[in-house]
């Protein structure tokens, strides 16, 4: 599974940190579910900023030599991230 790591800093402005592809060694976490607890455990974010990958999105990424069109789909990825977790419930 991949993820994408990254840091919104106070201004609002989100700085992409790195592209972390999951994949346990014996084929044990597929959907990255153990590495996105331990990601969330370990960083003081809390897993704030991380986001996986879906399989759509994942395939347009790799499909593309743009790098235009690659930085707009990760943007996107981030940004409908972060609307969900900033989301105050009602």
Same mark, same amino acid.
């Given at each position: 599974?991949?993820?994408?790591?990254?840091?919104?800093?106070?201004? $609002?402005?989100?700085?992409?940190?790195?592209? !972390?592809?999951?994949?346990?060694?014996?084929?044990?976490?597929? &959907?990255?579910?153990?590495?996105?607890?331990?990601?969330?455990?370990?960083?003081? &974010?809390?897993?704030? $900023?991380? !986001? $996986?990958?879906?399989?759509? &999105?994942?395939?347009?990424?790799?499909?593309?030599?743009?790098? $235009?069109?690659?930085?707009? +789909? !990760?943007?996107? +990825?981030?940004?409908? &991230?972060?609307?969900?977790?900033?989301? !105050?419930?009602?």
């Amino acid at each position: 599974m991949l993820f994408i790591e990254y840091d919104v800093q106070e201004t $609002g402005r989100i700085e992409l940190v790195a592209l !972390v592809n999951a994949v346990e060694e014996h084929g044990q976490d597929a &959907d990255g579910s153990a590495w996105s607890a331990w990601r969330a455990s370990e960083f003081d &974010d809390n897993g704030m $900023g991380c !986001v $996986g990958v879906a399989p759509d &999105d994942l395939a347009l990424l790799e499909e593309t030599d743009d790098a $235009g069109e690659l930085r707009l +789909i !990760v943007e996107r +990825i981030i940004l409908a &991230d972060r609307a969900v977790k900033e989301e !105050v419930p009602s």
